[in-house]
Structures are given as C-alpha cells and as structure tokens.
C-alpha cells in the first residue's frame, strides 16, 4: 500500500521561507511523476508543483519563480520562498499519472503565512 508522509510545515512571516517533504513508501517512485498540491481553507485541493522521472518541472503560476520541486529517490521536496499569506494551506504530495493524482492523499502538512 501507498503511503505519502508530508512534513516541514509551520508557521511563518510574509516573505519567509519553508522547505516541505515528503517521503513516499509502498512502490517504486522513481518512474513516476509526482507531485505537490494544496488545499486552501475553504476550498478546493489544487496543484502546485509538478517534477517528472527525468527531471521536468511545471509550476502553477501563482507560485513561479517562488517555489522549486525537487525529488530524490523516494522524497520530493517543494522549496517555498518569498511566501504569501495567500500560500496558507494544507500541502500534500501524490503520484500524479494523465495529470490525476494516483492514490490516497496522506496527512499533509499546514503551512500558515500571517504576521
């Protein structure tokens, strides 16, 4: 069975930084594309980040230029600068195949932007 197990949220000021992770157990990850999502309160999960096997990087844009995907083996991270109020929610990562996540969503990790 898939288990995602997200991590390195918190607390942080407008302008901050956050590196999350996310270890993924349960399969072989290293053919797949994963990926970051999010889900802010009051609505609904959307993508972040994406990276494929080979490396490749799409963004959404409300992020670009701010966040960075990266994985190694079975951990992908999301390195989050320049952070927004905007950017508060619920962060999780899944494999994503035809652009859908694949399996069931794990504990994700909140990340909150206030002063």
């Known amino acids: 069975q898939v288990h995602f197990v997200e991590s390195g949220g918190g607390l942080v000021q407008p302008g901050g930084s956050l590196r999350l992770s996310c270890v993924a157990s349960?399969?072989?990850?290293?053919?797949?594309?994963m990926g970051w999502y999010r889900q802010p309160p009051g609505k609904q999960r959307e993508m972040v980040a994406l990276?494929?096997?080979?490396?490749s990087t799409t963004y959404a844009d409300p992020v670009k230029g701010r966040f960075t995907i990266s994985r190694v083996k079975n951990t992908v991270y999301l390195q989050m600068n320049s952070l927004k109020p905007e950017d508060t929610a619920v962060y999780y990562c899944?494999?994503?195949?035809?652009?859908?996540?694949?399996?069931?969503w794990g504990q994700g990790t909140q990340v909150t932007v206030s002063s």
């Open positions: 899944n494999v994503v195949v035809n652009a859908t996540p694949l399996h069931s």
């Open positions: 990276i494929t096997s080979r490396g």
């Open positions: 349960g399969s072989t990850f290293s053919i797949y594309t």
